[in-house]
T-cell receptor, first 113, second 112 residues
Framework: DSGVTQTPKHLITATGQRVTLRCSPR?????VYWYQQSLDQGLQFLIQ???????AKGNILERFSAQQFPDLHSELNLSSLELGDSALYFC????????????FGSGTRLTVV | AQSVTQLGSHVSVSEGALVLLRCNYSSSVPPYLFWYVQYPNQGLQLLLKYTSAATLVKGINGFEAEFKKSETSFHLTKPSAHMSDAAEYFCAVSDRGSRLTFGEGTQLTVNP
């Protein structure tokens, strides 16, 4: 157990729907990062939050959004889902805002049908 | 912009043989470099990291990597492979900012 908790572990939904993925960072970590892992794109950085504020944005689609709450857990919202959004979505956390090495959760596998 | 190239998407070794997974990076600033391992249906686990201290970095499970600036490389090695080392390995680079940029991954197979 890495200490980073992601729920749900698996999610199957239909095209056009909206889903929310949840991440609880390791105790004491202030930064949360979201990554997407797919066969064709590999591991892609989506977005980072630090202590409730957005710090960096990567290849995140406009249909996707995220936030970090006062208790430091984070949610990634994916809307108007397409077949190509099927992927593993990882959350990672770290104490600082710099990339000194993250701790990853076990991921949410999203399947869009 | 920073990038990582992992040479060889699949590497196969015999149990007890040397493991060598290759990683070359590109970065406009002195980089931080990382190796992660991913076992099936699991997240990524940090094996080791280089953050501008010693160029030879030792990690978990007997792995080590050497930062070579002149070759822009950060290859991962283990003297003797074990069956439990079979997994996918990712090299990653950071420009000391917020994000890690990952390579495409190398699938390591260990044959008995």
């Amino acid at each position: 157990d890495s200490g980073v908790t992601q729920t749900p572990k698996h999610l199957i939904t239909a095209t056009g729907q909206r889903v929310t993925l949840r991440c609880s960072p390791r105790s004491g970590d202030l930064s949360v990062y979201w990554y997407q892992q797919s066969l064709d794109q590999g591991l892609q950085f989506l977005i980072q939050y630090y202590n409730g504020e957005e710090r960096a944005k990567g290849n995140i689609l406009e249909r996707f959004s995220a936030q970090q709450f006062p208790d430091l857990h984070s949610e990634l919202n994916l809307s108007s889902l397409e077949l190509g959004d099927s992927a593993l979505y990882f959350c990672a956390s770290s104490i600082q805002t710099g990339a000194y090495g993250y701790t990853f959760g076990s991921g949410t596998r999203l399947t869009v049908v | 912009a920073q990038s990582v190239t992992q040479l060889g998407s699949h590497v196969s070794v015999s149990e007890g043989a040397l493991v060598l997974l290759r990683c070359n990076y590109s970065s406009s600033v002195p980089p931080y470099l990382f190796w992660y391992v991913q076992y099936p249906n699991q997240g990524l686990q940090l094996l080791l990291k280089y953050t501008s201290a010693a160029t030879l970095v030792k990690g978990i499970n007997g792995f080590e990597a050497e930062f070579k600036k002149s070759e822009t490389s950060f290859h991962l090695t283990k003297p003797s492979a074990h069956m439990s080392d079979a997994a996918e390995y990712f090299c990653a680079v950071s420009d000391r900012g917020s994000r890690l940029t990952f390579g495409e991954g190398t699938q390591l197979t260990v044959n008995p």
